[in-house]
């Protein structure tokens, strides 16, 4: 994608009260209880607006040691530009979540991967994105960042830098306990 969109895309999700009109007939949406909770309604055609979690994917990709290091990227993009994370984003229609973690890690470090387990799924604190965590290892490419990263490295899992975004420090943490 040319860099130069990126200042014209809204990247945030859109809540459902942000949402006016049916994408279908173009009527103006009303607040209609369904299921017992208030949704974005269509009262011309019947359009609901299920306002449901985005799915994602971040990777854990690990190369042994000594000592046994682990990838990061650093942010290009809001929220948290210039952070530490794992690789990862989103979950595109038509791809499993394992195709979709390949994908991501591939697109910001360059790295094709071989996926060899799944560390767990967290809910962000806002409920907005649910993350499932995988762990890997490279099976080619060169570490080189993508678009999307600033910089990608290799650190060891003793020396990490902090970490933005709570999800990825939570399934860091506990990958760390597992291997004592
Ligand atoms: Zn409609």
Not at 24 to 36: F, N, Q, S, V, Y
Not at 66 to 90: D, I, N, S
Not at 111 to 138: K, M, N, R, Y
Request: charged letters at 25%.
């Amino acid at each position: 994608m040319d860099d130069d969109n990126n200042a014209f895309v809204q990247w945030r999700h859109a809540p459902a009260r942000a949402w006016r009109y049916c994408p279908l007939c173009r009527a103006e949406l009303i607040d209609h209880a369904w299921d017992g909770k208030m949704r974005r309604y269509c009262p011309q055609c019947g359009f609901v607006y299920w306002e449901r979690p985005l799915p994602a994917v971040a990777a854990v990709v690990l190369r042994k040691g000594p000592p046994e290091e682990m990838v990061l990227v650093r942010r290009r993009y809001p929220p948290e530009v210039g952070q530490w994370t794992l690789p990862g984003g989103g979950v595109e229609a038509g791809e499993s979540v394992v195709d979709a973690v390949r994908r991501e890690v591939q697109e910001e470090t360059g790295l094709a991967i071989s996926v060899d387990a799944q560390l767990g799924t967290w809910s962000t604190p806002s409920s907005e994105t649910i993350i499932t965590f995988f762990v890997a290892h490279p099976v080619g490419g060169e570490l080189k960042a993508g678009t999307d990263a600033m910089e990608a490295a290799w650190f060891p899992l003793r020396e990490l830098p902090p970490l933005a975004f709570s999800t990825h420090r939570d399934a860091v943490k506990m990958l760390l306990q597992q291997r004592g």
